[in-house]
């Protein structure tokens, strides 16, 4: 299952893993919005039958300077304790 905001992205890189002949799908989520993560979850066991690898690989950039950065800002990219 590959996660992501952008669909065309997601997609090459189904493309790329089929050619190899693996099994995958795509599917566009936003990994800020727990409920999303949960529905990405849940479609992943109904297609695979478990979620048997997670690579956690995202992250988000904004140009500003530590001492710069608004609140704002840092919730977005900085990690928050659920």
Same mark, same amino acid.
């Given at each position: 299952m590959v996660a992501d905001l952008? +669909?065309?992205? @997601?997609g090459r890189v189904v493309e790329e893993l089929q050619a190899e002949g693996a099994k995958a799908l795509a599917i566009w989520t936003d990994v800020s919005s727990a409920e999303q993560v949960q529905e990405m979850? @849940?479609?992943a066991v109904k297609e695979f039958g478990a979620l048997h690898i997670l690579i956690n690989n995202a992250g988000v950039l904004r140009p500003s300077r530590?001492?710069?950065?608004? +609140? @704002?800002?840092?919730?977005?990219?900085?990690?928050?304790w659920r």
């Amino acid at each position: 299952m590959v996660a992501d905001l952008n +669909e065309s992205t @997601a997609g090459r890189v189904v493309e790329e893993l089929q050619a190899e002949g693996a099994k995958a799908l795509a599917i566009w989520t936003d990994v800020s919005s727990a409920e999303q993560v949960q529905e990405m979850v @849940a479609h992943a066991v109904k297609e695979f039958g478990a979620l048997h690898i997670l690579i956690n690989n995202a992250g988000v950039l904004r140009p500003s300077r530590v001492g710069e950065i608004t +609140e @704002a800002e840092w919730d977005i990219v900085g990690y928050q304790w659920r």
